[in-house]
């Protein structure tokens, strides 16, 4: 089982809706990372915090808007989607922000925008 | 810029096969990291292998092995013997020194039929 959580699983939502997507972790790592991966691509890294805070962000349009509230707790934050949006997100963390352990991921949440 | 290949597409095996994924991978530093990452169909991604660029010995965990090769900037991975709960999506990735996050390579989907 994998130690890092998502809730929920999957998710539809429209295209007005306000949703959101929420990730745990009880490892005590400093570092949480949201991805987006498109059906037979691979992970695209959207966001990274580090001790709390917004470190890398990709360009990741304004619809998305993540939120750390606490070390253990990562939320993505959905609004006005558009049906491209549709993929599975996947949450990790790691001990620091980069290259030093590995990242450990959670299993995501498959999100279907209609 | 930092880049890595994988030219496997899809590879299909019987069980008990040997098999080789391939990565080549591009970076202009001279530390960096390597790493290889299986998705099974639940989709969270389980951290197998990471090695750094000074580290050239080659490793085997069980039927897993890597091969590291600086000279061809390849970081080859072996499963002998493959069972089809090997079946996934490998992918490689690399990271280079400092706060760098991940680039994946586009995954090679492996399919190991009983």
């Known amino acids: 089982d994998t130690e890092v959580t998502q809730t929920p699983k999957h998710l539809v939502m429209g295209m007005t809706n306000k949703k959101s997507l929420k990730c745990e972790q009880h490892?005590?790592?400093?570092?949480m990372y949201w991805y987006k991966q498109k059906a037979k691509k691979p992970p695209e890294l959207m966001f990274v915090?580090?001790?709390?805070?917004?470190?890398i962000n990709e360009s990741v349009p304004s619809r998305f808007s993540p939120e750390c509230p606490n070390s253990s707790l990562l939320n993505l934050h959905l609004h006005a989607l558009q049906p491209e949006d549709s993929a599975l997100y996947l949450c990790?963390?790691?001990?620091?922000?980069?290259?030093?352990?590995?990242?450990?991921f959670g299993e995501g949440s498959r999100l279907t925008v209609l | 810029a930092q880049k890595v290949t994988q030219a496997q597409t899809e590879i299909s095996v019987v069980e008990k096969e040997d098999v080789t994924l391939d990565c080549v991978y591009e970076?202009?530093?001279?530390?960096?990291?390597l790493f290889w990452y299986k998705q099974p169909p639940s989709g969270e991604l389980v951290f197998l292998i990471r090695?750094?660029?000074?580290?050239?010995q080659n490793e085997i965990s069980g039927r897993y092995s890597w091969n590291f090769q600086k000279s061809t900037s390849s970081f080859n991975f072996t499963i002998t013997a493959s069972q089809v709960v090997d079946s996934a999506v490998y992918f490689c990735?690399?990271?280079?020194?400092?706060?760098?996050?991940?680039?994946f390579g586009k995954g090679t989907r492996l399919s190991v039929i009983a």
């Open positions: 090695r750094n660029s000074f580290d050239e």
């Open positions: 915090y580090s001790y709390e805070k917004l470190s």
């Open positions: 970076t202009r530093d001279t530390t960096y990291y």
């Open positions: 990790a963390s790691s001990h620091v922000a980069g290259v030093t352990g590995e990242l450990f």
């Open positions: 490892m005590g790592h400093r570092a």
């Open positions: 990735a690399l990271s280079e020194a400092g706060n760098t996050p991940l680039v």
